[in-house]
């Protein structure tokens, strides 16, 4: 193989001695400038559409207000001002961390963001981690002979599971361990508790037990999740054990189990790594369904209360949070790519 | 007396399918005995990698059907054994080297698990003790710097290093027997010398046994003692690899022989499979001379002129994605090419040959310097003289359309900027079909229902739809099988007979251009080395390079003059 690596005539190359200097930190910047653009193309989209939908002073007024109620609340928030100048004070405001005040309560539209937004964390982490242990090895082993008959059997199952709706699981689920057999309670949300385990007199760890109340919610959000990974899983994993390196490494006398988890599953695992990615960004808008079935304090369920009611700094404030928060997970998606894929790993000057 | 190593009798062999059973080995018989390198040289299909796979018995058990025939293995009995005693002597006592260096190493790992992961298995050693031993296999397989490849990805090495990785690993459990399906096939000419010497050594050193699965009569002549010639599932001559190849008594032997371009007088017609095979029952010596065609040179003006011809990559970009550094794959080529003629460009994988082929069709455009075609850039050919340059790719597997009928694909050059209706666009495609030797009933079938030299003619038959006076053909035979190749090559010249066709034929087969071209220019390193009359550059290179190259293509002559 031949390389002749050539530089060009010193005047193409100015922008290379800038991005020389930089660096490594060439790609972050990059992230950076993705992140402002999005954030502001979001910020700008919503707000202009969200004055559409409706007058918020009608919202905060009550359906009996008197047209002077209207025009002193409309004056109070500044909402009778031309609508461009609206969107200037906002965007100036955004500018310095302010976020504006929920129409509804007073409150700090952000603060009142960030104080759900745990809840959404916990019960998306939770029910990813479900799925993932769950679906990484069923897939693997589905995939692994995927031509049995007892493979072929659980692959129709989990088919038509993925055909049944997640908020039809959750209300099976509901049925089936809160009303029929009592075990779980099928509403609402409680912050695990913390156990002083006393080892001596004096010494005692802390352990955080984790609330019943999360189990119905984490599971049925899971339910939905777990079939279409381990389809893509049980895929992958076929299609590696056709590659030429399986039959290298039967040649050199690999058992099946070698096979299957150090040479199949980690190549299996990169086309799995992109779904997990969709699906927990997707997660990050709050399961607004499954928020509501089961009464969770999530952004999800402040979404839909926030949208009734037409409380657009809270609606802003949701979008610009979900925003960051869905780039974020596709950032972490592309690095965990260059983790388990060597190729992808660009390499080092 | 010398020790057998394996052992196969009347070997018979199905595989199941829903269509039913297909007979992939009918009966055969062979023996390898203690150090012996032996040969199985067939075409695609032939059953010469099911024989390999079925050594290791790493053919899927519920697809196939073994009726008769027992293989015997170091005196293991391979067919009664189960998958766990089977694992014991795979990569044990019988390893194997495969053909595709690329797709045979697992991606995701380094090529240290991949070693030591075998030696770990079947000898009795600490995991500090396999470091030890696969570095000084790799050692041995004289890569320059072991350390680094043990630590490397695959993605990191070139084929050849791979293939020494694969090397490395057959050997590392000193094994009895080695199975090499194609070692050599994907790789460079001068790699795959020094592979097959490298093989060819370790064996004789180590007093291995290797069993040789290849395509090419010429890497057989160099490496193997004995050589059994496979044909539809049967052995149908073996013997001495001289005695096999300078005296062949199997029709089809010969018609493999003489479809080979070495030693054939140049533009000659060369011999097909096929028509030999029609020809007699098999068994029998059919002396068929081979007529000596004559050629009409007919050289006119030059019609293709490269000055400083360049071509650069961006190699890395800047912070607002601007290149600014870049590699060069085509660096200042000039070169000429007369009305009529054929100019051979040779070189080996990167030397920059394809990147040249697509800026004459305009696929790439040239960073420095012009092509002329008629002493016009060919920027500024207006649509229908640009016509008169089409381009053959390689591949006819992955370069058709696999959902469009053969006359779509014969005849869509002609619906660019017009709109000709079906019925005329279909008769076209059938004078066509009859032009490349394919039968005009076919020209609704689709590409899958070809046999690969078949989709070649249907690559020709493309390019040749709107009268092209040009033809760039891009390694258009090294897909095919040797015979097919011939039919290939047979085609081409008389295409350029009947229609003064003028070709620039990209190669990297030293002896099919020397078949081919009227002059030759050799590409090293993204420049052209040599260039001038392909009997004199081929017979009496000036430049080290050609040298090398001459040196290192596989020669059934030069093969038993040593």
């Known amino acids: ?349 | 007396m010398v020790k057998t190593v394996v052992r196969i009798d009347d070997l018979r062999l199905e595989f199941l399918s829903q269509a039913g059973p297909f007979e992939a080995l009918k009966g055969i018989s062979l023996e390898i005995g203690e150090g012996e390198i032996v040969g199985v040289v067939g075409e695609s299909g032939s059953g010469k990698s099911v024989t390999a796979m079925n050594l290791l018995q790493l053919l899927p058990r519920t697809k196939i059907n073994v009726p008769t025939g027992s293989i015997s293995v170091l005196g293991h009995d391979v067919q009664a054994m189960n998958e766990r005693q089977l694992q014991a002597i795979r990569g044990g006592e019988i390893s194997m080297i495969f053909q595709e260096p690329m797709t045979a190493l697992n991606p995701v790992l380094r090529v240290k698990n991949q070693i030591d992961d075998v030696i770990l298995r079947h000898r009795h050693v600490t995991p500090k003790e396999a470091e030890q031993i696969s570095l000084k296999l790799l050692a041995d397989t004289k890569i320059s710097d072991p350390q680094r490849v043990y630590e490397s990805f695959p993605h990191e090495l070139s084929g050849g290093m791979r293939q020494r990785v694969m090397i490395a690993m057959a050997f590392s459990c000193s094994p009895k027997l080695i199975v090499a399906d194609e070692p050599t096939t994907a790789l460079d000419v001068t790699v795959q010398a020094q592979i097959l010497d490298l093989l060819k050594e370790r064996a004789r050193d180590t007093k291995t046994s290797v069993l040789l699965i290849t395509h090419d009569l010429a890497v057989v002549a160099q490496l193997c003692d004995r050589v059994y010639v496979m044909y539809k599932g049967e052995f149908v001559e073996n013997g001495k690899t001289s005695d096999v190849i300078g005296n062949p008594q199997h029709v089809y032997t010969r018609a493999l022989l003489n479809s080979l371009p070495e030693g054939k007088a140049p533009k000659s017609r060369l011999a097909t499979v096929s028509a030999a095979m029609l020809e007699g029952n098999t068994g029998e010596v059919i002396d068929e001379p081979i007529e000596p065609v004559t050629r009409i040179a007919r050289t006119g003006d030059t019609i293709l002129k490269m000055q400083g011809a360049t071509v650069r990559y961006p190699k890395d970009y800047n912070f607002f994605g601007r290149p600014v550094s870049f590699h060069t794959a085509v660096d200042h080529v000039n070169l000429e090419i007369k009305e009529g003629e054929t100019l051979a460009l040779v070189g080996e994988s990167g030397c920059g040959k394809t990147s040249l082929a697509n800026a004459v069709v305009g696929l790439n455009l040239l960073s420095d310097g012009a092509i002329l075609y008629r002493d016009k850039n060919i920027l500024d050919l207006n649509e229908e003289t640009l016509r008169e340059i089409q381009i053959v790719f390689q591949d006819p597997q992955s370069s058709l359309d696999p959902r469009w009928p053969v006359w779509r694909i014969m005849t869509e050059p002609l619906t660019v900027g017009k709109s000709p209706g079906k019925s005329e666009l279909r008769d076209r495609a059938a004078d066509l079909c009859e032009m490349v030797g394919l039968e005009n009933s076919q020209i609704d079938r689709l590409p899958h229902e070809f046999s690969g030299g078949q989709r070649q003619r249907i690559a020709i038959g493309r390019a040749l739809s709107v009268r092209p006076k040009l033809l760039v053909l891009d390694e258009p035979t090294s897909a095919l099988d040797v015979s097919v190749q011939a039919q290939i090559l047979n085609l081409l010249l008389d295409l350029q007979d009947e229609h003064g066709l003028t070709y620039l034929f990209i190669s990297h087969d030293v002896s099919v251009v020397k078949h081919i071209a009227d002059k030759v220019a050799v590409m090293f390193q993204s420049k052209v080395v040599e260039a001038g009359d392909s009997d004199q550059v081929l017979t009496a290179p000036t430049h080290e390079y050609t040298r090398t190259l001459m040196n290192a293509v596989p020669s059934l002559n030069r093969a038993f003059a040593a």
């Open chain 1, 1 to 349: 193989m031949s390389s002749t690596a050539e530089t060009v005539p010193p005047d193409a190359q100015s922008g290379g001695t800038l991005g020389s200097l930089m660096g490594p930190l060439v790609p972050v910047l990059h992230q950076l400038i993705r992140l402002i653009v999005l954030l502001f193309t979001v910020t700008t989209l919503l707000f202009f559409m969200l004055r559409l939908a409706g007058d918020p002073a009608l919202v905060l007024a009550g359906n009996d207000a008197t047209p002077q109620q209207l025009e002193a609340i409309r004056a109070q928030y500044g909402l009778d001002k031309p609508l461009v100048i609206q969107y200037f004070n906002y965007m100036g405001n955004l500018a310095q961390g302010d976020f504006g005040k929920s129409l509804a309560s007073g409150e700090p539209a952000m603060g009142k963001v960030l104080t759900m937004l745990p809840a959404t964390l916990l019960i998306a982490g939770l029910a990813m981690a479900f799925s993932i242990i769950v679906a990484i090895p069923l897939g693997a082993w589905l995939g692994f002979k995927p031509e049995r008959a007892d493979r072929r059997s659980v692959s129709g199952v989990i088919f038509v599971c993925q055909g049944v709706p997640g908020f039809v699981t959750a209300l099976i689920f509901i049925q089936v361990f809160a009303v029929n057999l009592r075990w779980l309670p099928s509403l609402g949300m409680e912050w695990g508790t913390i156990i002083e385990w006393a080892i001596t007199e004096t010494l005692s760890i802390p352990i955080p037990v984790p609330s019943k109340t999360w189990i119905l919610p984490a599971a049925s959000l899971a339910w939905f999740l777990m079939p279409s990974l381990t389809r893509v899983v049980a895929a992958n994993t076929a299609e590696a054990m056709r590659e030429d390196y399986i039959r290298t490494a039967r040649a050199g006398g690999a058992s099946a189990a070698t096979l299957l988890w150090s040479h199949a599953l980690p190549n299996a695992l990169l086309g799995a790594a992109a779904l997990i990615g969709t699906q927990f960004a997707f997660l990050m808008g709050g399961a607004v369904i499954t928020e509501t079935i089961f009464a969770w304090p999530g952004i999800g369920w402040l979404l839909i209360e926030a949208t009734q009611t037409l409380d657009f700094p809270v609606v802003q404030s949701l979008a610009l949070c979900i925003a960051t928060l869905v780039f974020a997970v596709n950032a972490l998606t592309d690095l965990s790519f260059q983790f388990l894929d060597p190729r992808l790993r660009t390499k080092g000057n």
